[in-house]
Antibody, heavy 121, light 110 residues
Framework: QVQLVESGGGVVQPGKSLRLSCATS????????FHWVRQAPGKGLEWVAL????????YYADSVKGRFAISRDSSRNTVYLQMSSLRADDTGLYYC??????????????WGQGTLVTVSS | QSALTQPASVTGSPGQSITISCTGT?????????VSWHQQHPGKAPKVIIY???YRPSGVPSRFSGSKSGNTASLTISGLQAEDEADYYC??????????FGTGTRVTVL
């Protein structure tokens, strides 16, 4: 079955960096686009970034553009989110999600369980 | 990109039907048939229940249905059940090829 397992979350100081990983299994990794979505404590869902099936195209929310970078490694069936210049308002649960399509057009069809990022001094 | 607008809360009794609206613009909801709905129970990860406006993934009960008119999408739950008590979020593709979520709706079953 489809599995998305996030890792890499933790407590980090403002201005520092962190890399999240999303290990996938149960499907052909190279046939799907992926998203990262976050949820601040007690708040709603916020879309963060997406990447096409081949890694050639990436899009970001304005709130993270220039600070976050999404990537993928087909040899490891893993999606990454490199986060830098972290701020307190980046705190939240970060979900990895698979899109139904290669170019991430149709929408999310599977979600991971999330990894918690806390930005605090 | 501003969040899509949803009512903060909707309440219904078991067996009743409720509808949640999701209002955007012609640059997102109105411009594409790529609206999805996601259910989130407390402390759990979201789960997609409707994709591409009106399609249900395998395993999602038929009491969940979706539709769209202009810039507003809607999720209807017919025959409300206790286990439907959760938060619901709509999501849409945008003209910038990004994604946007709705503000979220808390459904309470009396």
């Amino acid at each position: 079955q489809v599995q998305l397992v996030e890792s890499g979350g933790g407590v980090v100081q403002p201005g520092k960096s962190l890399r999240l990983s999303c290990a996938t299994s149960g499907f052909t990794f190279s046939s799907y686009g992926f998203h990262w979505v976050r949820q601040a404590p007690g708040k709603g869902l916020e879309w963060v970034a997406l990447i096409w099936y081949d890694g050639s195209i990436k899009y970001y929310a304005d709130s993270v553009k220039g600070r976050f970078a999404i990537s993928r490694d087909s040899s490891r069936n893993t999606v990454y989110l490199q986060m830098s210049s972290l701020r307190a308002d980046d705190t939240g649960l970060y979900y990895c999600a698979r899109d139904q399509e290669t170019i991430a057009t149709s929408g999310i069809d599977n979600w991971g369980q999330g990894t918690l990022v806390t930005v605090s001094s | 990109q501003s969040a899509l607008t949803q009512p903060a809360s909707v309440t219904g009794s078991p067996g009743q039907s409720i509808t949640i609206s999701c209002t955007g613009t012609s640059s997102d909801v109105g411009g594409y048939n790529y609206v999805s709905w996601h259910q989130q129970h407390p402390g759990k990860a979201p789960k997609v229940i409707i994709y591409e406006v009106s399609y249900r993934p395998s395993g999602v009960p038929s009491r969940f249905s979706g539709s769209k008119s202009g810039n507003t999408a809607s999720l209807t739950i017919s025959g409300l059940q206790a286990e439907d008590e959760a938060d619901y979020y709509c999501s849409s593709r945008t003209s910038a090829n990004t994604r946007v979520f709705g503000t979220g709706t808390r459904v309470t079953v009396l």
